[in-house]
């Protein structure tokens, strides 16, 4: 299974941990065992002198098409709320004390879409999509994107992408300030790495308080992270869930 979420330290790019996906037949949706790598991953590069900055990847034409919707079907049947893996990997990524730099090339859905808003540098191709079908499927935002994404976007386009479920090209996610630059295909891997292997050459204890001093405090954050989880919880559990969840698999 943790074949799926693959780490390295590309020699090619000195300071950088790279975390990728790598699930692309099934568009790189995320199980429970694929969050606890990614969260193991972000919390050991806290500790590591060898680490600097952290590059998030996936495949060729996709991010991530989010959360296994497998594994939401097997918690709402079976009653369970959202699972600890998932709030493990979200703690360390809001707590990660190093740069977090993320590529996308093609398809971002779900928490392949709220993923970015923590990180602090994010570049996508000209073909990458975004969208959060969390209502579309009787959910509610998660990640802490319903307090990050109305201060980074505003009321309207926050709500047009968390609640609506409307789709947003590359562009309109920079020109939301989702995304810092857009590229051709082809060039987010390069790109991504070497902008983690620019902010791991920086002189560390700066950029760490620079670092700080920007993202605020990060406990109000995961304060709704929590208040989120428990509104998503609940929903997963609701006959309208379960419903939403049986629809979409019969597609």
């Known amino acids: 299974m943790t074949d799926y979420i693959i780490v390295e330290q590309p020699s090619a790019y000195p300071g950088v941990q790279s975390i990728r996906f790598n699930r692309p037949e099934k568009k790189n949706a995320i199980t429970r065992a694929m969050y606890r790598t990614m969260a193991d ?32 079907l097997a918690a709402a049947m079976g009653g369970r709320g959202l699972e600890q893996e998932i709030l493990d990997f979200l ?10 730099v993320s590529g996308i090339d093609g398809l971002a ?12 540098l994010t570049i996508a191709s000209s073909r990458s999509q975004f969208r ?32 609506a479920g409307e789709a947003f090209s590359a562009d309109e996610a920079k020109e939301a300030g ?11 891997d390069s790109l991504t790495l070497a902008t983690a292997a620019k902010l791991a050459a920086k002189p560390p204890e ?5 670092r700080d001093l920007i993202r605020g405090d990060r406990g109000e954050i995961i304060a709704r992270i929590d208040e989120e989880a428990r509104h998503f919880s609940a929903r997963l559990k609701s006959a309208e869930a379960r419903a939403a969840f049986e629809a979409f698999m019969r597609r």
């Open 178 to 188: 989702l995304v810092w630059k857009v590229v051709e295909t082809g060039e987010v």
């Open 41 to 72: 991953a972000l919390n050991a590069a806290n500790t590591s002198p060898d680490i600097r900055a952290t590059a998030l990847l996936g495949t060729e034409g996709c991010f991530s098409a989010g959360n296994d919707l497998n594994d939401f």
């Open 206 to 210: 700066a950029l760490r308080i620079a």
């Open 91 to 100: 703690y360390a990524l809001v707590k990660a004390e190093k740069p977090v």
């Open 132 to 163: 959060t079908p969390f209502v579309d499927l009787a959910l509610v935002p998660e990640a802490g994107s319903s307090l990050v994404a109305p201060r980074l976007m505003g009321h309207q386009r926050a709500f047009a992408m968390l609640a």
């Open 109 to 120: 859905v779900g928490i392949g879409t709220t993923i970015h808003l923590h990180c602090d």
